[in-house]
């Protein structure tokens, strides 16, 4: 058995610190793709050290891999970093070696944020499932584009009971940005006892209310959210204090409740006054194993 391998046992029994010790070692006995790569994808995964990682994967580059794997690390490390450019050049060689769902979606974030969006859009409807989060990514860069039917069509087609489903408050803020306001008044009222209650959601769905003139149901939401608050700001006070939670800490923690009952109470006013509470929408990057000789991915080792 050789070095890699050996590396390889150890990671899958969760001896990362002895499985890390051992990918350096073969990377000093041999510093060759599989070599470089696989401690790139622990420095970078494991170790959560991307600059490490960052300069053994260019030197696998360097050696031209027939691989897909570098190249889709390299991208997800620049999709880190917020280098779009370069990241969104990475994926798309690693998808021309071999096609990827993971690489496709990093490829969609990476087009995003280049303001790319129809191919942000393309991409990420080649990673989606029926009904999750990817399809969520492609849905708002439709609406994005004013593709606006299009976007409405594989909103309506989101099904709850899917395994990958992204959840109500989620299809419902869709609708909110489609301006469909009774669709998405619906969806929040399935998430309503599902969800913890915070103010930007509950302001998206007061604000679909608003357009819909329902102000029995505002003021009905408004009040559980604050008796909600009211509840946590009592026992935040009411809990004791450790070392691992100080004065300070629930002091801050009782603020920050406070703010929130804040929110709700003058969420009315602002949105009455014209504020339009805005979608948080930030697509996040994806990963995989890239461990050349992983036998639980059933990943050959490197070959020419």
């Not at 303001?115 to 999750?132: C, H, I, K, Q, T």
């Not at 849905?139 to 309506?156: F, N, Y």
Request: with cysteine; glycine share 2%.
């Amino acid at each position: 058995m050789n070095t890699n391998q050996k590396a390889l046992e150890l990671f899958e029994q969760n001896e990362y610190e002895k499985a890390l010790e051992l990918f350096r070692h073969a990377a000093k006995e041999s510093r060759n793709i599989q070599s470089l790569n696989n401690l790139a994808w622990m420095y970078s995964y494991e170790v959560e050290d991307d600059n490490k990682a960052l300069v053994l994967v260019k030197e696998v580059i360097q050696m031209q891999p027939l691989s897909y794997f570098p190249y889709s690390l390299l991208g997800e490390i620049y999709l880190r970093q917020k280098k779009w450019k370069l990241s969104s050049d990475a994926l798309s060689k690693s998808i021309s070696i071999q096609p990827s769902k993971e690489a496709y979606q990093n490829l969609a974030v990476a087009k995003y944020y280049l303001e790319e969006l129809e191919e942000a859009s393309v991409n990420f409807l080649r990673a989606a499932g029926n009904s999750d989060v990817v399809m969520f990514y492609h849905v708002k860069c439709l609406i994005e584009l004013e593709k606006k039917s299009e976007a409405k069509e594989k909103l309506d087609a989101f099904y709850e009971e899917a395994d990958d489903f992204i959840g109500e408050v989620a299809v419902a803020d869709l609708y909110v940005e489609l301006g469909c306001f009774n669709e998405a008044i619906q969806w929040f009222e399935k998430g309503w006892k599902e969800y913890w209650k915070t103010p930007d959601w509950i302001s998206r769905f007061v604000y679909a209310l608003f357009q819909t003139e329902d102000i029995t149901r505002i003021n009905e939401v408004i009040e559980e959210s604050i008796l909600q608050k009211d509840e946590e700001i009592k026992s935040a006070h009411e809990e004791e204090c450790d070392e691992n939670w100080t004065e300070s800490d629930k002091e801050e923690h009782i603020n920050q409740l406070l703010e929130e009952k804040n929110e709700y109470e003058y969420m009315v006013d602002r949105i009455s006054s014209g504020h339009i509470p805005l979608i948080e929408f930030e697509p996040e990057i994806t990963g995989a194993c890239y461990l050349f000789g992983c036998k639980r991915h059933n990943h050959p080792d490197y070959q020419e």
